[in-house]
């Protein structure tokens, strides 16, 4: 099955500066790379995906990239502020019947 | 079109008692995903069902939990006679198909005292 390594665990950067999280996949069938904001106490919302087609997606701030043949996508974030601190969760799904596979979560603390 | 609906919110039981747990897709979602998560921890997948079938339950401990997602009605998640280490956020999500946008309910906190 799919397994998706996530780093760094934890991250902390000044407000303005960049974050970027790493993740790489196992599964060189997966073509669906959603990427989840969570929240203290909160649900896990989807804030950016990338489909295996396409190589970057860039949403405002957020910009997703994504190597297929490295397998390893990431997650930057730019100009970072206070309320982008969260954690976050990259995930990995192939084709019908495969379930959504979770990293581990990269905890973001963006300092003022 | 309302979100993810997962009831109850919050649910304390006993040693040994039974806990349910409710997920209600979106609309015109047919696929459930069912995940645990433990506090300061990552998502841990349970199970995967679409309706009337459980395509993956890889992720469910084979005593005291089952799933199931009937044509009519929500999602249920039963854990049988709790312990202590079930206590956890049990997270539901839904997507239209199975490679896209899977959105989350708010979660169940299931509490074992």
């Known amino acids: 099955g799919e397994n998706v390594e996530q780093h760094p665990s934890t991250l902390s950067v000044q407000e303005g500066d960049s974050a970027v999280i790493k993740c790489t996949y196992s599964?060189?069938?997966?073509?669906?790379f959603p990427w989840y904001k969570q929240e203290l106490g909160k649900r896990p919302q989807l804030i950016i995906d990338i489909r295996s087609n396409v190589g970057e997606k860039k949403d405002q701030r957020i910009a997703v990239t994504l190597n297929k043949t490295a397998k390893h996508f990431s997650l930057h974030i730019t100009e970072t502020q206070p309320e982008d601190s969260a954690v976050y969760f990259c995930a990995a799904t192939g084709a019908a019947g495969n379930k959504l596979t979770f990293g581990g979560g990269t905890r973001v603390l963006v300092k003022p | 079109n309302a979100g993810v609906m997962q009831n109850p919110r919050h649910l304390v039981r006993r040693r040994g008692q039974e806990a349910r747990l409710r997920c209600s897709p979106m609309k015109g979602h047919s696929h459930v995903y069912w995940y645990r998560q433990l506090p300061e921890e990552g998502l841990k997948f349970m199970v995967y069902l679409q309706k009337e079938n459980i395509i993956d339950e890889s992720g469910m401990p084979k005593e005291r939990f089952s799933a199931e997602f009937p044509k009519e009605g929500p999602s249920i998640l039963r854990i049988q006679q709790v312990v202590r280490g079930d206590s956890a956020a049990y997270f539901c999500?839904?997507?239209?198909?199975?490679?896209?946008?899977?959105?989350f309910g708010q979660g169940t906190r299931l509490t074992v005292v």
């Open positions: 999500a839904s997507s239209r198909i199975a490679d896209t946008e899977a959105f």
């Open positions: 599964d060189s069938a997966s073509n669906y």
